[in-house]
Structure formats: C-alpha cells, structure tokens
C-alpha cells in the first residue's frame, strides 16, 4: 500500500478510535511509523487528510446510492441501500460525530459536504419514487417526498447523536454497529403511514429486524412517561 493511502487508512482509524481533535498528525505519524516530514510530503496539514477521507466517504456513498432504473426496486434494494449507509456511517463515524466543529473548520469540506446532502436527498427522494412504481408505498406528492426524503436524512445523520446522549449517564458505553443499525428502524417508521396492503407485512417484518434496544427504554414503559424508544 502507497505511503499516501496508508496515511488515510490510519488517520480514519485513530479519528474513529480516539475523535478527531484528539489525534494530531504527530500522533498519525508515530502509529505508521514515519516521520512527520514524510506525513507532510504528502499532505499539508490534518484538515487536509480530513478532507481527503470525506471523498472516499463521499464516493462510497454515490456508489451505496446508484439506483437502477432498468428494473423495478425490491424491498432487497430497500434493505441494501439502508444497510450500506448505515455501514459507511460506522466506518466514517469521526466526521459525523464532531460533523459541524469540522464543516466549520473547512470552507471546501462545507461546500462539498453541502453538495453531497442536496445529491443524496435527490437519491433518497428517487428511491421513494421507485417504491411507489413498485407498489411497496402509495405514490406521494413531491411536496411530500421531499417532506419525507428531508425527514429520512435526518434521522440518519442524526441517530449517532442521538446514541451518543442517549448512553451519556454509561460511562462505559460504547457505539456498536448493532446499535448505530437500529436507526434503521426510525427510517421504516416514516414509511409506515404510506406502505400499501401488499407489502405492509413485509416491511413491518424488517423493521422489527432493527428495533432499538436501549438503555433507558424499559425505564420509561416502567415509569408511565411514555412507550419505550421506537415503540411505534
């Protein structure tokens, strides 16, 4: 592997292991090895490493979200697609963590991190179109879809935060992949209003697949303040 590549494969390593403004490119250089004059040969400073690692992000996700349009979508693509996302969320996890300390910290990674929402709301907003055509949910105004394609974004770049402060009181606890998964489950939710008879079942049947399990949810039932989290 190129000097260059293994740069980001570890600074992508220690961001998601430590947080991004707790590793410093001194620190990236001793994990590989290298001197700090050979890190700098190939990039200038940490934000430029970041902004490298965003466009391998970036080009997974186009990749996860590359819709067909010869054939007609499957509940599999559905799952595929929220699965793959919720993937990339996991291995890019650092940058949605500390997402608006380092959008703040780099006009190039806010342009492009701006750009790359408005793509993926469009995507988001075709895969609706694409399940209407398929018979899995009614068929939407666009006012609506781009309502619910906003509503989907959100809960997917937001769930981590939510995990985060969700286990604050556990100072043990850890993110897993299972838990981040989960917020697949808040994703159908929205979709439930608009399933048709056909594939209600069916959806409904994935969606338990990814029922939340926390922490403070039994407590909640218990106490009477509310259903448990994701007791839709």
Not at 40 to 49: A, C, L, M, P, V
Not at 95 to 106: N, W
Not at 176 to 203: C, S
Request: with cysteine.
């Amino acid at each position: 592997m190129k000097t260059r590549d293994r740069i980001l494969l570890s600074s992508l390593d220690l961001f998601n292991e430590r947080g991004e403004r707790n590793v410093t490119t001194n620190h990236i250089a001793a994990h590989l090895a290298i001197s700090p004059g050979n890190l700098y040969y190939h990039f200038r400073n940490k934000s430029d490493i970041i902004y490298e690692i965003f466009l391998e992000y970036e080009k997974l996700v186009d990749f996860y979200l590359d819709i067909p349009e010869n054939r007609p979508i499957t509940l599999d693509d559905l799952t595929f697609y929220l699965e793959s996302v919720f993937d990339g969320l996991w291995s890019y996890r650092f940058f949605h963590r500390d997402l608006e300390y380092l959008l703040d910290s780099d006009q190039r990674l806010r342009q492009d991190y701006r750009e790359f929402t408005n793509r993926c709301l469009a995507a988001i907003s075709r895969i609706f179109e694409k399940l209407a055509e398929a018979g899995i949910i009614e068929p939407q105004p666009e006012e609506l879809r781009s309502a619910m394609s906003l509503n989907v974004w959100l809960v997917i770049t937001n769930w981590m935060a939510f995990l985060k402060t969700a286990h604050a009181s556990e100072a043990s606890a850890s993110l897993t992949l299972t838990e981040l998964k989960q917020g697949i489950y808040q994703v159908l939710t929205l979709e439930i209003p608009y399933l048709t008879a056909d594939y209600r079942e069916q959806v409904m049947t994935l969606r338990e697949k990814y029922r939340p399990r926390l922490p403070d949810a039994a407590d909640a039932s218990v106490s009477g303040q509310g259903e448990p989290i994701g007791n839709h």
